[in-house]
C-alpha cells in the first residue's frame, strides 16, 4: 500500500475542530439563502478567493462574518451533520468539537439553539455512523470575563452534553490569565479544560494555560519549541499538543509546511496529533492535514499512525473507549 492510501484508510480521532469553521462557502450560500440573510460576496468563488489570511485575526475577521448565516437549530444540526459525513470518508472514528457560543449568542441566538442542534447531528452520527464524539465550548478571548462567566452559567443545564470548556480566538494580548477565574469556576462544575496557547503568542501563554487554567491539553501549542525546557516538560509529562498545519501554514505561523515542527516535537517524545482546526477556511479535513505532513516530511507509516494513537492517549473518553480504539487502530496496523 502507498503512503497515500495508507494515510486514508488510517483510523483517525481530531481533537481540534472548531465546528463554525467546518461551513463551507455552499452552505454559507444555502443558509443565507434559506434565512434571507445577505452577505457581502456574490459567489462561492468570491468566499473562496477572500481566504488569504497573514494572521490569525485577519482569518477570525472573516471567520466571524460566515457564523452569522448560522440562525436555527436546523442550521447547527446542518453544519454538525456535513462535518460528521467527512469524518465518515475520512476514517474518523471519533471527533472532539469546539463551538463558540459567544459568536452566536452576542446576535441574538440562544445558547440552547446552537447545542441543541450540535447535539442531535451528533447523536446521529453516532447512531447512524458510528462516530463517537465529544463537545468543548470555548471562550472567545477577546471577549471579557464577564461575558465568560454567564456563557459558563448558560452551560450548566447542558453538562451532559458538555465535557469541558476551552480557550479560543485572538491570542495576543488575551492571555490565559484573564480567564483563571473562569476556568476555576469551570473545574468546580466539573468540566475538562483545553486552551489555544502558543498559536501566535508567547511561550509564556502555555505555561500560564497549565498553570492557571489547569488544562489537560493544549491547542497548537507549536511555539513551545522557543524553550527547550518546556519542549522537556511536556515530553515528560505527555501533555498532549492538538495541531493543525494546513491552518498553521494558513496563518503564517510557519511559512512552508516543510518547516512546520511537528513531526519533530514527535520525535522528541511530544504527544503530538493532527487535525483540521478550521477546514473549511483552510483548505482540508482530517486527510488532507495527514497528506500535507507526509508530503512536506520524510514520515514513516508508523510514525503516522503514532498521530492517531496519541489522539486516542489525549481523548476524553474513558479508558474502555479507548482500549476499543486502539484495537481498531492495531487491527489496522497489523
Ligand atoms: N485560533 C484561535 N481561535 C480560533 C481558531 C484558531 O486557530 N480557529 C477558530 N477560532
Ligand atoms: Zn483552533
New binding site residues.
Partial sequence: MNQTTYIQQLPKVEL???IE?SLEPEMMFALARRNKISLPFTSTEEVKSAYEFNDLQSFLDIYYQGANVLTHEIDFYDLTWAYLLRCQQDNVLHTEI?FDPQTHTERGIAFDTVINGIHKALEDGREKLGITSCIIMCFLRHLDEESAFLTLEQALPHKDKIIGVGL?SSELGHPPEKFARVFTKAHQEGFLAVA?AG?EGPVSNIYDSLELLKVHRI??GVRCADDSSLVAQLAQSRMPL?V?PL?NTKLKVFAQMRDHNLVELLRQGLCVTINS??PAYFGGYMTDNFLAIAQSHDVTNEELAQFTRNAIEASFISEEEKTQLMEKLNVFTG
Wanted: charged share 35%; net charge negative.
Fill in positions: 481540534h475542530l472548531h469553521g469546539f479560543d489555544h498559536e491547542d497548537h492538538t493543525c491552518s482546526d478550521d
